[in-house]
C-alpha cells in the first residue's frame, strides 16, 4: 500500500471526527432552544459525552486488540451517523443524555484508533505526517461549520441538516476503509535517539494533553453561544466562531511538521499555548463579535500544532502510552467543556471563557519538565 494513500485514508478518519463533533457543537443553541435548557444543563449534556468517552477508555486496549485500530475506526464512524440521528430526534433531556454518552463512547475509540493509524504510519514510513493528519480534524470541523451555517440560512431543520451530514460520514467512512494499515503500533515502548522517555514524562505529556484539548474543546462548543448571548452577534454568525477556528488551526497544522523540523516539538507547544491564551484574553477584554471571532482565530492558531506534538512524543512509548494521550485527549475535548458551563452557570460565560485563556498558558509549563523525543522521521512530506 502506497504511503499518500494509506495517509488519505488516516485523514479521512480524522476529518470524520472533526466533522461529527462540530456538526452538533454548531447546532447546541438550536438543541437548546428546543428543550428549554440552562447553561448548566448544556454542561451536564457535554459531561455525558465525556463520560462515554472515559468509560471507553479501559475497553479499548481490548478492542484494538481483537478487532485492530483499521475496524474500531469504521465501526466508531458508523455509531457516530447513528448518534446524530438520534440528537435531531431526541424527545427529550434524558435521552438526549443517553445519545451522547453512546456518541462518547464512539469518540474514545475512533480517537485511539486514528491516531494509533498515523503513529504506525510515521513509524513505518519514516516520514513526519501527523500534523497534517490532525490538520484533516479541523478541516472537519470547518467544514461541518460552514455547513451548519449554510443550512441555517436555508432551514431550521436540525434533522435535515443531521441527515446531509450523515451521509457525508458514511462518504468519508467509504473513503478511509481500503488503505488502512492493518497493523498498529507495539504494546512495548521503543528508543528514540537511543534514550526512552521517562515514565514522569508521561504523567506531564498527559497533563498538557488534558489541558490543551480543554481549550479547544471549549471554543468549538462555547464559540456559538458567546457569540449570541455575550457579544449578541447574528445569528448567521453564530457558526462562524467554529468556523475561524477550525479554519486558522486548518491551515496552521498543514505547516507545522515545517515548524517542528525547524525550532522543536517544545518550542512550537510552548509558543502556541502562548500565543492562545493571549489572544483570547484581549478578546474577552475587548468584548463584541468581531474582537471574539479574532480571539477565536488566535486560539486556532496557537494550538494548531500542540496536539500533534503531544500525540508524537507519546507514540514513542508505544501504543499502550497513546491510548493513554488519547484518553487524556478525549478527556479533556469533552469534559472540559461541561465544567465551562458549570463555571458560567455561577458566574457568566465570560469568565467561563476566561477560564479558557488559564488552560492554555497551564499547558505551556505543563511541557516545561519533558524531555521530548529527537526526530527520528524524514522532512515532513
Known amino acids: ?13 480524522f476529518a470524520a471526527l472533526g466533522f461529527q463533533y462540530s456538526t452538533w457543537a454548531a447546532r447546541i443553541p438550536a438543541l437548546t432552544d428546543r428543550l428549554h435548557l440552562s447553561p448548566g444543563q448544556v454542561g451536564v449534556l457535554l459531561l455525558a459525552a465525556g463520560v462515554g468517552a ?41 435521552s438526549m443524555l443517553i445519545v451522547l454518552l453512546v456518541d462518547g463512547v464512539a ?30 480534524f479541523s478541516g472537519g470541523i470547518f467544514g461541518a461549520a460552514l455547513l451548519a451555517s449554510v443550512v441555517t440560512s436555508l432551514t431550521g431543520s436540525v434533522l435535515l441538516h443531521f441527515i446531509v ?31 526512552r522517555i521517562r515514565p514522569p514524562a508521561v504523567l506531564w505529556l498527559g497533563l498538557a494533553m488534558l489541558l490543551a ?17 455575550v457579544a449578541h452577534a447574528a445569528e448567521n454568525l453564530l457558526p462562524l ?13 498543514l505547516f507545522a511538521d515545517r515548524w517542528r523540523d525547524r525550532w522543536g516539538d517544545k518550542r512550537v507547544v510552548q509558543a502556541g499555548g502562548t500565543l492562545a491564551g493571549t489572544g483570547l484574553a484581549l478578546a474577552l477584554l475587548t468584548g463584541g463579535a468581531y474582537p471574539a471571532l479574532a480571539g477565536f482565530a488566535c486560539v486556532g492558531l ?3 500544532a500542540v496536539s500533534p506534538c503531544l500525540y508524537v512524543a507519546a507514540a514513542q ?47 505551556v509549563l505543563s511541557v516545561l519538565p519533558v524531555r521530548w523525543p529527537s526526530r527520528t522521521t524524514a522532512p515532513a512530506v
Open 317 to 363: 512509548l508505544g501504543s499502550t502510552a497513546l491510548t493513554t494521550a488519547a484518553a487524556m485527549s478525549t478527556t479533556g475535548l469533552l469534559v472540559g467543556p461541561p465544567a465551562i458551563g458549570f463555571l458560567a452557570e455561577g458566574t457568566s460565560l465570560v469568565w467561563g471563557l476566561g477560564a479558557v485563556v488559564l488552560t492554555a498558558w497551564l499547558a
Open 213 to 229: 484539548t480543554i481549550t479547544e474543546g471549549a471554543v468549538t462548543d462555547w464559540s456559538a453561544l458567546y457569540l449570541k448571548e
Open 54 to 94: 472515559v468509560v471507553s477508555f479501559p475497553a479499548v486496549p481490548r478492542l484494538m486488540a481483537a478487532l485492530g485500530s483499521r475496524r474500531l475506526a469504521v465501526a466508531a464512524v458508523l455509531v457516530l451517523v447513528v448518534a446524530l440521528a438520534g440528537l435531531a430526534t431526541a424527545p427529550n433531556y434524558p
Open 241 to 253: 466562531g467554529i468556523a475561524v477556528f477550525a479554519g486558522m488551526m486548518l491551515v496552521a497544522r
Open 302 to 304: 496557537g494550538m494548531a
Open 107 to 136: 469518540v474514545g475509540c475512533l480517537n485511539v484508533a486514528m491516531n494509533a493509524q498515523g503513529a504506525a504510519l510515521e513509524d513505518t514510513s519514516g516520514r513526519t505526517t501527523m500534523a497534517k493528519l490532525h490538520a484533516m
Open 165 to 195: 451530514a450523515g451521509a457525508v460520514l458514511l462518504g468519508l467512512a467509504l473513503v478511509a476503509r481500503p488503505a488502512l494499515l492493518e497493523h498498529d503500533l507495539p504494546a512495548a515502548p521503543k528508543p528514540s535517539g537511543g534514550r
Open 1 to 13: 500500500m502506497s504511503f499518500r494513500r494509506s495517509q488519505l485514508s488516516i485523514a479521512a478518519l
